[in-house]
Antibody, heavy 117, light 107 residues
Framework: EVQLVESGGGIVQPGGSLRLSCAAS????????MHWVRQAPGEGLVWVSR????????KYADSVKGRFTISRDNAKNTLYLQMSSLRAEDTAVYYC??????????WGQGTLVIVSS | DIQMTQSPSSLSASVGDRVTITCRAS??????LGWYQQKPGKAPKRLIY???SFQSGVPSRFSGSGSGTDFTLTISSLQPEDFATYYC?????????FGQGTKVEIK
């Protein structure tokens, strides 16, 4: 079964850091581009970042550029999102998703990040 | 950035109704558009990609159309399990952008 499982969410103070992980199974992880998408409480979906299958290329939303870093370890079948200088507006459920020609499927179950003092 | 304007933001419909949701891009995106369904407390699920294509497992009552700037998601006969929020997503250029969502509620 193709599956993505996020972890690493929690409560962090403004200005703090957190690293999210997304463990992939059931498919050849190293063959796919991967994305992070977030959703603030009660709000819509917002695309955050994308990484090439071999990690050679990355893209970011302007709102996180310079603060978040997407990376992957293909040997461990794991995607990461390193988040720093966190702000209250980064509070959201963060989803990872597999990309096949623009189609995001599947998605993980999400991990909640709360930025609060 | 490409802006995606989705309408309506919400609608009330009955089981068996035909439902149409539209998404308009601020510039042409060819057919690089997907539709996603999200139920409360759950991760989104893809319904449609490339504006009108769908993988096995998606009920045939869902269909997509459009190209360029105007796109439509149609549910031909609304079923109880279809009450959810629907989002369009353009992947023609970065940053990818979602529409603001359409909440489909029971009438």
């Amino acid at each position: 079964e193709v599956q993505l499982v996020e972890s690493g969410g929690g409560i962090v103070q403004p200005g703090g850091s957190l690293r999210l992980s997304c463990a992939a199974s059931g498919f050849t992880f190293s063959s796919y581009w991967m994305h992070w998408v977030r959703q603030a409480p009660g709000e819509g979906l917002v695309w955050v970042s994308r990484i090439h299958s071999d990690g050679s290329s990355t893209k970011y939303a302007d709102s996180v550029k310079g603060r978040f870093t997407i990376s992957r370890d293909n040997a461990k079948n794991t995607l990461y999102l390193q988040m720093s200088s966190l702000r209250a507006e980064d509070t959201a459920v963060y989803y990872c998703a597999r990309d096949y020609r623009g189609e995001l499927d599947p998605w993980g179950q999400g991990t909640l990040v709360i930025v609060s003092s | 950035d490409i802006q995606m304007t989705q309408s309506p933001s919400s609608l009330s419909a009955s089981v068996g109704d035909r439902v149409t949701i539209t998404c308009r891009a601020s510039q042409g995106i060819r057919n690089d558009l997907g539709w996603y369904q999200q139920k409360p407390g759950k991760a989104p699920k893809r319904l449609i990609y490339a504006a009108s294509s769908f993988q096995s497992g998606v009920p045939s009552r869902f269909s997509g159309s459009g190209s360029g700037t105007d796109f439509t998601l149609t549910i031909s006969s609304l079923q109880p399990e279809d009450f959810a929020t629907y989002y369009c997503l353009q992947y023609d250029s970065y940053p990818w952008t979602f529409g603001q969502g359409t909440k489909v509620e029971i009438k």
